[in-house]
């Protein structure tokens, strides 16, 4: 019988928001750099001229094949319910924060 390997992968899914107000929703093994790089110009090209992002939802996942549905799904909801999306996820870190 074939041993299960531990997976130490990590990927979030994240929500970016633009300058003008417009949410970009990706997913990426490492979320500060990924950050760091938009912010810098490096990524998709649909980021280009709404510099600087700023991070407005991330979760964590362990399996690639979670992340990706998890993205998909994310594109697919309207502004108001990314808003949504977005003010839970920050009463749940400012929580955390306290």
Not at 18 to 38: A, P, V
Request: proline residues 2%.
């Amino acid at each position: 019988m074939p041993r299960k390997r531990a997976r130490k992968s990590k990927y979030w899914v994240y929500i970016f928001q633009c300058k003008n107000g417009m949410y970009y929703t990706g997913f990426t093994n490492d979320l500060d750099k990924r950050i760091e790089r938009h912010n810098e110009g490096y990524g998709a090209k649909y980021l280009k001229n709404k510099l600087p992002v700023k991070l407005v939802y991330s979760k964590e996942y362990h399996y690639y094949k979670n992340v990706l549905r998890r993205e998909k799904d994310i594109k697919k909801l309207t502004r108001e319910q990314k808003e949504k999306l977005i003010k839970i996820y920050e009463r749940n870190n400012n929580r955390r924060d306290n």
